[in-house]
């Protein structure tokens, strides 16, 4: 295999005459085809910490054809491709492996129609999910699922990693507000993907797309389901002292049959570094905070908020703040919405995890972590959705150390390993990517595998499509290692 | 570098899946029998297909953590039971059928809107695939990205791709209080723009009902909204529906040709419409075909699961 893709490199020159270029420039215009190393060292990292891979030429479309016609070009040149939003993806999921055609949509950024009759909006995959959803405010709607990551990340970046984000506990996630894709398969085809009927016929390869980290093909338009933005909300900030007293109210509220709108935690280290950050008014003495939101009609927020107090209460809260503005409300969110920010300010490196534990079981597996921290010598700050689960340890250290990377993966592994044993899963939002593919075997069988890379086979027999991505190598589309060893110099 | 050994609560070792497993065994054609409530659907069964049962009984409900994982032919109805009891239900149809049926059938309940989607409710899906072995996708947890979305693809797959024996259900709080109203006249898309969130508007021409749910006082309040678009009464519950289902956009479906569908109940706001004529075959795009087809020849290479049904022919 390694052989066998190095001749098929070896016979590329690294002029920017090399036929394949020359093709996209011709399809596109010569401006939005990019191949001078600048373009494509940017476009071989995204916001993981994982080493860049090796990106060929970037291609910037603008309409659905022109992505075609790159799909089309790379079958006819024997090339891969890596489709790219913003880049924000945290597993690895936009790294370009094997040298592909990066296809990168943010040119493909306009919202196309809101349609109020069937409740959808119609999207270009470029459109950046905050703009959506401020978009449609004037409507009265918003597009539910929002991702700390908002402010840059895209919609098709998105659907490809089923994104989450605080307000998804009650709402779901990106695959229930995904109603229908217009999709480049990997043979170049386009197809329409699931659709605004209420059950669409065949299989359901709209809810298979979502979640498939670039690797089915290509979204280029989507139609996003309308949420009616809430009438009344009430944010409630609760103090703790210990975390364990935090995650207990979190588990007690969903015991009692409340579904919030939304449920983060936060420990000290965080609200601290927030506080320092944008001031939001958290308490710097609590060990953890827990923010607290129901959306509805009037006497239902009430009365939920008064019952979340309650368990709070019951569980040790220490002080329970409800927010009296609107103004108040929205900077306890920009407390929560920059923690990511706060930190990056603070830290030489970080390492932002992700792993779905059972709700009763979290806060034994956070004691379990600040533990993984002590045993390997390390920062770990928690900041996560907690509603349902889904935690985010950040592993804060110093790259210039020595050894520190080697213990910063050997706690990673150890988180990973404490959230299966509570019957977690390996990602909640962030995806596989190339970060977790060597523990999807611990997760599931070889014959569990086997059927996820049938089914990718189904929509890219040829592997062209992000190939070394999501199952672990062994399996077909999955040999990284050769992958990776595309040498340097084939793109210069 | 990590071990690679599969964490032990994602392996099966339910001994009454295993048999399972031994009964679709791995060769000859064979389908899963459930309630026999939607037994023709997609085509009629290849002859000489053998016929198995898929195994029963509630394993593990966590009211706290709002997951029940359940054998795919305990029926929907005893499973509901058994989740009313701690206040919880969850989106799959109750009429008559089992839970694997009810899943690889893929139809939706009608009050959808509140209960949600039915595609929603999977998370972890034990199938037994074309070579008989038990294979596991999803997991335990109610939110999780963790490789390909295998559930997604069982939901609406008519058996055809995996006979299923366990699964991993999403419940839902069954809120304090569920009323419907009903009024001659009133204008449905009126009545779904005045609300915030109903459960179910329904419509058939001449009436219109409405399910409304939550805490009293908010129904209370949505209610009276209610009543500022039509006479809104408080009747039992829906109308009867006839019996053919037709899935349209939600734009259409408040549009329909009386004469096409005949006596007819529209799900407002879905696109569901319950009438007494049938929906004439829809088509599906060639190159989504090609796609369907190659999925199903990657999991089942000779044919042998549930042969003579169609999941695009629904
Ligand atoms: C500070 C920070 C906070 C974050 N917070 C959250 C959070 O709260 N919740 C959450 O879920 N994630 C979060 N993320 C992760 C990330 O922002 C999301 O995964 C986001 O959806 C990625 O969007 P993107 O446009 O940046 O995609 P990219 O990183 O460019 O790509 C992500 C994946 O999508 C594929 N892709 C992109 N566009 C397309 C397309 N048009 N068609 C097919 N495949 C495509 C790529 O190939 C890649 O596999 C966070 C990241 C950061 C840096
Ligand atoms: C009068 C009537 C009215 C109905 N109304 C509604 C309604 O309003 N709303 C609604 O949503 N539904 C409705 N249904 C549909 C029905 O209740 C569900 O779809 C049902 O749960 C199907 O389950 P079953 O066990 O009866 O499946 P069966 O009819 O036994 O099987 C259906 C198909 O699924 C396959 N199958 C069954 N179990 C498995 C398994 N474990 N693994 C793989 N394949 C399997 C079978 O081989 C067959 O091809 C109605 C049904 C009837 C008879």
């Known amino acids: ?492 | 570098m990590t071990d690679s050994t599969t964490s032990p609560l994602l392996v099966s070792t339910d001994p009454v899946l295993a048999e399972f497993a031994e009964d679709v065994g791995t060769s000859e054609p064979v389908a899963v029998a459930g309630g026999r409530t939607r037994w023709e659907l997609g085509g009629a069964l290849g002859p000489g297909t053998r016929i198995v049962t898929a195994p029963s009984g509630i394993v593990d409900y966590q009211p706290e953590e709002m997951t029940v994982r359940v054998r795919a032919g305990t029926s929907v109805a005893e499973l509901h039971d058994e989740l009313a009891a701690k206040g919880q239900r969850t989106g799959l149809p109750e009429r008559g059928g089992t839970i694997g049926g009810a899943l690889v059938v893929g139809e939706n309940d009608y009050r959808c809107l509140g209960r949600g989607r039915l595609r929603e409710t999977l998370l972890q899906v034990r199938y037994v695939s074309a070579e008989g072995l038990m294979v596991n996708s999803g997991g335990p947890t109610v939110k999780n990205v963790s490789g390909f979305d295998l559930p997604r693809l069982m939901v609406g797959s008519l058996g055809t791709l995996g006979l299923i024996a366990e699964v991993i259900l999403r419940t839902n709080p069954i809120p304090a209080v569920s009323r419907w109203f009903c009024a001659a006249g009133a204008d449905p898309g009126a009545v779904g723009e005045a609300l915030l969130a109903p459960s179910a508007v329904l419509a058939d021409g001449q009436q219109t009902w409405v399910e409304l749910e939550g805490h009293g006082a908010d129904v209370d309040e949505q209610a009276a909204r209610l009543r500022t678009v039509g006479s809104f009464e408080v009747v039992d519950g829906p109308p009867s529906f006839p019996p053919h289902r037709w899935s349209l956009t939600p734009g259409q479906a408040l549009e329909v040709d009386d004469a096409m569908l005949g006596d007819h109940v529209t799900i407002v706001g879905v696109g569901l419409v319950f009438a007494s004529e049938p929906q004439p075959r829809r088509s599906i795009e060639p190159n989504i075909a090609i796609v369907s087809d190659r999925i199903k020849s990657n999991f089942d290479p000779t044919g042998r699961l549930n042969p003579g049904r169609n999941p695009a022919q629904k």
């Open chain 1, 1 to 492: 295999m390694l052989a066998g893709m190095r001749n098929r490199f070896s016979r590329r020159t690294e002029t920017s005459g090399d036929p394949f270029v020359d093709a996209l420039r011709g399809a596109l215009s010569p401006e939005r085809v990019k191949f001078d190393g600048a373009h494509r060292s940017l476009h071989s990292h995204d916001a993981s910490v994982f080493d860049g891979g090796n990106s060929g030429p970037v291609v910037y479309p603008e309409t659905t054809a022109e992505v075609q016609a790159v799909v089309r070009l790379a079958n006819d040149y024997d090339r891969n491709v890596v489709p790219r939003g913003a880049g924000t993806g945290l597993a690895g999921g936009a790294i370009p492996l094997g040298a592909p055609v990066v296809v990168a949509v943010t040119r493909m950024n306009a919202v196309l129609e809101i349609d109020p009759i069937n409740m959808v909006a119609w999207v270009e995959p470029g459109v950046i999910n905050l703009d959506l959803t401020k978009h449609l405010q004037p409507f009265g709607f918003h597009f539910a699922p929002d991702p700390s990551s908002q402010q840059v990340c895209t919609i098709g970046g998105n659907v490809a990693n089923n994104s989450g984000g605080p307000h998804c506990l009650a709402y779901g996630v990106t695959n229930a507000h995904v109603v229908a894709l217009e999709v480049v398969l990997p043979s170049g085809d386009v197809v329409m993907l699931g659709g605004l009927e209420a059950e669409p016929q065949g299989l359901d390869l709209r809810g298979v797309f979502v979640g498939s980290e670039g690797t089915l093909g290509i979204t280029t338009r989507v139609a996003v389901r309308l949420t009616k933005n809430r009438p009344e909300v009430r944010t409630l900030l609760l103090s703790f002292a210990t975390v364990s007293d935090a995650a207990n109210t979190v588990s007690g509220v969903i015991a009692a049959g409340i579904v919030p709108a939304a449920m983060e935690v936060m420990d000290q280290r965080i609200t601290q570094a927030v506080e320092n950050y944008v001031g939001a008014g958290y308490p710097l003495d609590a060990a953890a905070v827990l923010l607290a939101e129901v959306d509805g009609l009037a006497d239902g927020v009430d009365i939920d908020a008064d019952r979340i107090a309650e368990i709070g209460r019951a569980n040790g809260a220490t002080a329970v703040r409800l927010a009296e503005s609107d103004q108040e409300r929205a900077l306890l969110w920009k407390g929560r919405k920059t923690a990511f920010g706060a930190i990056a300010q603070i830290a030489p490196d970080y390492y932002l995890h992700d792993t779905v534990v059972p709700r009763s079981a979290l806060a034994g597996v956070l004691e379990e972590i600040y533990a993984i921290a002590d045993r390997h010598d390390l920062l770990i700050m928690n900041v996560f959705h907690a509603g349902d689960g889904n935690l985010h340890p950040l592993i804060i250290f110093d790259a210039r150390h020595e050894g520190v990377l080697d213990r910063v993966h050997a706690a990673g592994a150890d988180i990973i390993t404490a959230s299966l044993d509570a019957g977690g899963v390996l990602s909640g939002e962030h995806g596989i990517g190339v970060e977790k593919q060597q523990y999807m075997e611990r997760m599931f069988s070889a014959d569990d595998l086997d059927h996820q890379n049938r089914l990718r086979q189904g929509f890219d027999p040829g592997c062209r499509t992000n190939p070394g991505k999501v199952i672990p190598s062994g399996h077909s589309c999955a040999d990284i290692q050769s992958l990776r060893a595309v040498p340097n110099e084939v793109w210069g």
